[in-house]
């Protein structure tokens, strides 16, 4: 059975930092893209960043590019989300996800939810002015 669990979310004040993880199991990573997705309330998911299967190519959305970080550790099974000069904009749940399918070196493409066939739960993240 596959899980993904995110964890490392809380509340910080802007500018500040926060690192969340997904630890994936019954799935390996070098298998599956993986994708950090965030919703805000009362506005649609949206994706943040992704990383390849081979953990070579990444890709970050307009509004984090420059200030978050995505990476993962194969052994550790784990997918991380570096987020640095955190804003009142980036307060969202935070999701992880899975994807099998073949990578697509563009944010639209990979941003697209119906490739990710795993969910994890997600983990707030709150930025306060």
């Not at 964890?7 to 893209?33: E, I, K, M, P």
């Not at 990476?71 to 989300?81: F, P």
């Not at 399918?101 to 707030?124: E, K, N, S």
Request: hydrophobic share 40%; with cysteine.
């Amino acid at each position: 059975q596959v899980q993904l669990v995110e964890s490392g979310g809380g509340l910080v004040q802007a500018g500040g930092s926060l690192r969340l993880s997904c630890a994936a199991s019954g799935l390996t990573l070098r298998n599956y893209n993986m994708g950090w997705f965030r919703q805000a309330p009362g506005k649609e998911r949206e994706f943040a960043a992704g990383i390849s299967r081979s953990g070579v190519g990444t890709l970050y959305a307009d509004s984090v590019k420059g200030r978050f970080t995505i990476s993962r550790d194969v052994a550790k099974n784990t997918v991380y989300l570096q987020m640095n000069s955190l804003k009142p904009e980036d307060t969202a749940v935070y999701y992880c996800a899975a994807d099998a399918l073949i990578w697509v070196p563009t944010a639209q493409a990979m941003g697209a939810h119906q490739r990710y066939i795993y969910w994890g739960q997600g983990t707030q993240v709150t930025v306060s002015s």
